[in-house]
């Protein structure tokens, strides 16, 4: 079966390398492709993925942009924070958690380990009556490998979906007609929405491909992608709050990180506040001290820290 699999993806690669040839940004090399038999349990709806080292520091460091964290502190728990102190609460945890202090999931770790170009997973197979479906999925991951090749998949790295989004579509001659605005959860913005963004700045150039590729032009759709998702993932956020369950993931999710497993069932200012400082986080500590946390420690509280 998985032999059978990787032949029909070596198909699509024979149209989606020339594609890109044609278009003036081709990729130097073909990629090899790995058939993985599972579903993905972190991205269970995931089909594919290439191997593109994403920065993640510099990813998550967009997407929460510290003028978003800024404002979620001060919603959430009336709290007051420079941007210098959230700045290092980010970067501390997550420098805490990639050193050896979060568990790696086994798949994660197989797909490091190995150097091939493409993976596929067991929902890539729903496809299997889809010839055209299974050609976009390879043009969007082949998408991201010139991006990666081209030195600017971190450039702008909130755009990287959306980029491939509007490659894969540009391959099967498919515009997008839906903006940010018209959705409504954060995949389809990230994905679709600024597939349409980026269609938006680049379309009408002599070559949108390759000016897709181009940092400047990258860093201006980031900025309007930042600028136009910020309210909604706010919004979104204080939707998820509402919930007692979405609540506990958030706990769960903190547990991950053992100085704050360890204050578990204990959740008091004091120990909340001796785990931001093990993680590095001084300067946020220090503002913090200075502030009434009341209401950041109920919230502690009710995800089940
Ligand atoms: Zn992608």
Redesign the pocket.
């Known amino acids: 079966m998985t032999e059978e699999i990787i032949r029909t993806a070596e198909k699509s690669l024979d149209l989606v390398l020339p594609f890109y040839e044609g278009q003036g940004v081709p990729l130097s090399y073909r990629p090899k492709i790995v058939y993985i038999n599972e579903v993905h349990p972190l991205f269970p709806e995931g089909v594919a993925r290439?191997k593109a080292e994403v920065d993640f520091l510099q990813f998550a460091d967009k997407i929460l942009s510290v003028s978003m964290l800024q404002e979620s502190w001060r919603k959430f728990y009336s709290l007051e924070f420079s941007e210098k102190a959230l700045e290092e609460l980010f970067t501390a945890t997550l420098n805490y958690a990639g050193n050896g202090n979060v568990q790696i999931h086994p798949l994660e770790k197989r797909i490091a380990e190995d150097d091939s170009g493409i993976f596929l997973f067991k929902p890539y197979n729903e496809f299997s009556q889809d010839t055209k479906a299974r050609d976009r999925i390879l043009a969007?991951?082949v998408w991201?490998l010139i991006e990666q090749e081209r030195g600017v998949i971190n450039v702008a790295p909130m755009i990287?979906?959306g980029t491939?989004t509007y490659a894969e579509r540009r391959f099967v001659g498919k515009k997008g007609k839906k903006s940010i605005e018209d959705y409504e959860d954060y995949f389809s913005m990230i994905y679709n929405g600024s597939a349409k963004l980026v269609q938006d700045y680049v379309d009408s150039e002599e070559n949108p491909l390759k000016a897709v590729l181009e940092t400047s032009i990258r860093l201006k759709i980031e900025d309007e992608l930042l600028r136009r998702i910020k309210p909604k993932l706010i919004a979104t956020l204080e939707k998820t709050l509402e919930s007692q369950e979405n609540m506990f993931a958030i706990g769960e999710s903190m547990k991950q990180l053992p100085v704050f497993a360890r204050i578990q069932g204990n959740v008091t200012a004091e120990n909340l506040l001796r785990a931001y400082e093990e993680i590095g986080a001084q300067l946020f500590v220090e503002e913090a001290k200075r502030q009434d946390l009341t209401k950041f420690v109920e919230f502690m509280k009710k995800s089940g820290l």
Do not use: R
């Open positions: 290439a969007h991951e991201h990287n979906e491939a």
